[in-house]
């Protein structure tokens, strides 16, 4: 009795085994074409060539995703993916953009009015000062005649002798950026100090010395939110970006230990 | 029976459409090609298609600057490479468009080897100007998300700016690649039936019927240039012009006829016109002539014609005919101005062709652009000065002046950033010259002389390296690069507009990188103005003509030429101010040059015998760099007579301003890597500008010229 059920068994153990090594691995081996696939690839030949593929022509391309599918397949099974810099590239590259993706793309009235206060000094709208000047030439004893010309003009109103400057003599609107570009940094430092209305100086810029009167000065300010909002949402949607992936990887990072050769030269 | 009749019909029928053909072939072999004309009705001019490629932007916060109808001298960098052209992607630079004009605009970028490339001081204008030629195609190669990567041909490419294939050793795959893969894969042209090839004869776009082209790719890298400048223009403040660069060459000389092309307008061409359409400079002219037709206007500015072989400024046309009006005119409609400086060297003049000019022994580069191994270019025909003289000599003989142009200069940078300050100079081409050892001013360590040599050997190319006191240098041709090449435009405001309407009338000047800026006037009564006064300016621009002019005779007078230079405040002070001189003798056309020193800094004057300043005693440290701060002038104005004026001979002046001896970049990197300069090489420069020239034309003359040969072609009317 023992010994039937013992060759029955064998037997149903032996059918088995012969169909697992037969058919190994059905599952694997069955490759799925979506007809999504087979209708955008139609559709992409229709767009390329502007006809529909005949008969012929979607065997091939069928034909083709086949043999790709299988090329791809046996590719994996011999590992060929491990340790390939481009397959690592393109998968970084695919999580990036998909990060990058998931962002909501209109940002809150909240999110903007965080993100403009957080940004505040990127939207100041720099002080700018309008003046007119007499320049001193450096090749011409500058400081001793700009000296001379500050004390006449303050004290009567007479005509100066002064040097013509290359980049002329008034000065509308100018922030203290432009004023370096033009004077340099020496003489635009002296800014915050004029009193508008008077002559005053001189003051060295890189060419020499000039004596200089503020006509008009306009503070800098932050301006409201609804002046700049376009370009708000722009910088905000940018920075959304590109924060997406680092804090992505801020994250994941603590979960991996990183192991570099300490010895390694360059 | 029926037979008979097929038969009858074939033997009456062959011979009958045989003759119909040869009739139809006969009468087509004349010039006018009537029936060759008959197809090509059917041709539309893809190049001459237009596209408005102006974008929505926020209206600008700030407020426009007044305009000065005596004019601000403004600086820019016209010849900007980014990751669009073939070349500059395979250097590894990933800069875009758009990260070139925020570095124009002082923002600090990323050099391939990481390190950050920023401006001291912003620019007023820049362009950037991508090889037309395979605009974008190589970077859709290197993406291997392209169905085009996919190619064989594009195979080389895939990946190759990865981030871990941006190193200095990678460069032997970029070389090869630059030069065999893309001399003879790529430029492989489909069967002349296929499509694609129709479709090029069609469209007159002969690109599309080569096999590794896409046109919808290089379409979408103009119109992301397009865009770019388009965002990044900022009237009043930033000008950005759609630009690209026409790559030309002679076909077996290899002689370098490179030009850019900018268009004054947010509305360009759907395609660049490249040398696919034609290697011929004339067929670019007519296509710029076509596109002036439909209201775009644009300029082409010819640069590196030190590396054309003698091709650039010849006395005959690319085709070898003879220079006549026509062209002349054609030429000078088109190229009002010339690129005389940047990185790949200085195309003033040659110590071969100027021996009595102390200072043309200046940023020489000798070699042909982008020959291998690096072949010597005949200076004659090759520099800007002689091109002057030579366009005096074509007008004496009646063939009209096609050297009559106006000078800029710029970088020609593939890395998005132009390299000004020889103190911080990564020379033009990313990763093959990004770091000193590569670029022959410190020497080699042992590893990297190793793999230069195997390199060269392994692409059949002559020693590279070279023994010197201190070690074995790399001597690859990038020693005779430099940090050089800004565009100087006399501009009423910052705008697309004014600028372009200055290089069009030639109010513009060059400098090697430094900000000098210089004034330059002609007339009969400039004496008379008085050099202190606040209104100099305007009298001068009232009383006479300014650079890029011309200066016509008045009874013979003796011309006053009044000129004033400003130094570079970051920079050194100002050393001399030069008038160079040629004409020609207008019984013989042989031409003749002169240099006069008009004005000397720190009080001297010129002595009148040998025409120059005494030395102002400024030195350079070889040690640490360091200048004298004693010597030198902040700004030189003078009024100056010519005093061998000859008021009958056609005679052309431009200035050249010299700054103080500095460091050249080749001695800065040394000293910062430990080492002593190299033996071989300059240790200084002069920094220096030169305006464009204002030409004396004489009155006309009754000499009768009849070249020998008496062509009447050319002709007088």
């Known amino acids: 009795m023992k010994a039937k059920i013992s060759i029955f068994f064998s037997i149903g153990l032996l059918v088995y085994l012969i169909d697992i090594g037969l058919n190994p691995d059905d599952n694997a081996k069955n490759i799925y074409i979506s007809d999504q696939e087979i209708t955008s690839l139609i559709s992409a030949w229709k767009s390329q060539v502007g006809r529909n593929p005949t008969e012929d022509e979607i065997a091939r391309i069928i034909n083709n995703l086949i043999e790709e599918e299988i090329l791809y397949r046996e590719a994996l099974l011999l590992g060929l993916d491990k340790e390939d810099r481009i397959i690592k590239r393109r998968l970084a590259q695919k999580i990036t953009f998909l990060k990058q993706e998931t962002l909501t793309d209109k940002p809150s009235n909240e999110a903007l009015i965080n993100f403009y206060e957080l940004n505040k000094n990127n939207y100041y709208i720099q002080p700018t000062f309008s003046f007119t000047h007499y320049y001193f030439s450096a090749e011409n004893n500058s400081k001793a005649r700009s000296n001379a010309a500050i004390k006449l003009i303050l004290s009567s109103s007479s005509k100066i002798k002064s040097d013509p400057f290359f980049l002329g003599k008034n000065f509308i609107d100018k922030t203290k950026d432009e004023i370096s570009r033009n004077f340099g940094k020496i003489f635009s430092s002296n800014f915050n100090e004029i009193s508008l209305d008077q002559w005053s100086g001189p003051f060295k810029s890189s060419f020499g010395h000039h004596i200089v009167l503020l006509k008009d000065s306009k503070p800098g300010y932050f301006p409201l939110i609804t002046e700049v909002l376009n370009q708000v949402e722009v910088d905000l949607l940018a920075a959304q970006k590109e924060s997406a992936v680092t804090t992505y990887i801020d994250q994941i990072k603590s979960e991996y230990k990183i192991i570099i050769n300490p010895d390694l030269e360059f | ?717």
């Open chain 2, 1 to 717: 029976m029926k037979k008979n009749t097929y038969i009858r019909k074939i033997l009456i029928g062959t011979p009958l459409i045989f003759i119909i053909v040869l009739g139809l072939i006969f009468v087509d072999v004349y010039d006018s090609r009537p029936i060759l004309n008959l197809f090509k009705k059917t041709q539309s001019d893809s190049a001459l298609q237009l596209v408005d490629y102006s974008v929505d932007k926020p209206a600008s916060s700030k407020a426009m600057p007044a305009v000065n109808p005596e004019r601000n001298a403004y600086f820019g960098d016209v010849h900007v490479h980014t990751k669009y052209s073939f070349d500059a992607y395979v250097f590894g630079v990933t800069a875009s468009p758009d990260d070139a004009y925020n570095y124009a605009k002082g923002q600090g970028i990323s050099h391939p080897l990481g390190y950050e490339m920023k401006l001291r001081e912003p620019l007023d204008f820049y362009s950037v100007t991508d090889h037309g030629f395979y605009m974008g195609m190589i970077q859709a190669y290197a993406d291997t998300s392209t169905d085009i990567s996919q190619e064989d041909f594009a195979k080389p490419f895939n990946n190759l700016n990865r981030p871990e294939n941006l190193n200095v050793e990678s460069a032997a795959e970029r070389s090869n690649i630059f030069s065999s893969v893309l001399a003879n894969a790529i430029i492989q042209p489909n069967p002349w039936w296929h499509p694609d090839t129709l479709k090029a004869w069609f469209t007159k776009n002969t690109q599309r019927a080569l096999n590794s082209f896409d046109y919808d790719i290089h379409k979408s890298a103009w119109s992301d240039i397009a865009r770019s400048a388009n965002e990044h223009n900022d009237p009043g403040h930033f000008t950005a012009f759609i630009g690209y660069e026409f790559t030309t060459s002679t076909d077996t000389e290899g002689g370098n006829l490179h030009r850019n092309v900018i268009f004054n307008s947010s509305i360009a061409s759907i395609r660049p016109w490249t040398r696919i359409d034609s290697l011929n400079p004339e067929d670019l002219w007519t296509w710029q002539d076509g596109l002036r037709d439909k209201g775009i206007d644009t300029i082409s500015m010819p640069h590196n014609s030190n590396g054309s072989n003698g091709q650039m400024f010849e006395m005959e046309t690319f085709k070898g005919n003879a220079i006549n009006r026509a062209y002349a005119e054609k030429r000078m409609r088109n190229e009002p101005i010339v690129e005389i400086t940047q990185v790949k060297g200085t195309s003033d003049t040659h110590p071969l062709l100027s021996p009595d000019d102390e200072w043309a022994d200046f940023e020489i580069m000798d070699k042909r652009v982008g020959s291998r191994p690096p072949t010597y270019s005949k200076p004659s025909g090759s520099y800007v000065r002689q091109a002057y003289q030579d366009g005096l000599t074509l007008d004496f003989t009646k063939q009209g002046n096609p050297y009559k142009f106006g000078l800029i200069g710029s970088t020609d940078t593939h890395t998005g950033a132009g390299s000004f300050d020889e103190s911080n100079y990564w020379s033009k081409v990313g990763l093959l010259d990004g770091r000193p050892s590569n670029r022959g001013s410190v020497p080699l360590n042992q590893a990297q002389g190793k793999l230069l040599e195997e390199y060269m050997s392994a692409f059949n190319q002559p020693v590279s390296t070279v023994e010197l006191d201190q070690g074995s240098y790399a001597n690859t041709g990038f020693t005779q690069w430099g940090a050089s090449g800004l565009a100087g435009a006399w501009a009423e405001e910052n705008t697309r507009d004014s600028i372009f309407k200055a290089f069009k009338r030639k109010e513009t000047f060059a400098t090697t990188g430094s900000r000098i800026a210089v004034r330059f006037f002609a007339g009969y009564d400039l004496s008379s103005i008085d050099l202190n006064a606040d209104s100099l300016v305007s009298e001068a621009y009232a009383k006479g003509v300014t650079m890029g002019s011309d200066l016509m005779n008045e009874g013979n007078k003796a011309p006053d030429f009044l000129v004033w230079a400003q130094r570079d405040k970051n920079g050194a002070a100002l050393q001399r101010i030069q008038i160079i001189k040629g004409w020609i003798d207008m019984n013989s056309g042989t031409p003749h040059e002169e240099v006069y020193d008009v004005a000397c800094s720190d009080g001297m004057s010129v002595d009148p015998i040998s025409n120059r300043c005494p030395d102002n005693g400024a030195r350079v440290n070889i040690n640490d760099c360091s200048i004298s701060q004693d010597a030198g002038a902040s700004e030189l104005k003078t009024v100056w007579n010519d005093p061998d004026f000859d008021s009958s001979a056609k005679s052309f002046y431009y200035v050249r301003v010299l700054e103080n001896p500095t460091c050249r970049w080749s001695t800065w990197d040394a000293i910062k890597a430990g080492f002593k300069p190299r033996e071989d090489l300059h240790e200084t420069i002069q920094e220096r500008a030169w305006s464009s020239p204002i030409w004396y034309v004489p009155a006309p003359s009754d000499i009768t010229v009849i070249p020998l040969g008496g062509s009447i072609a050319i002709g007088d009317s």
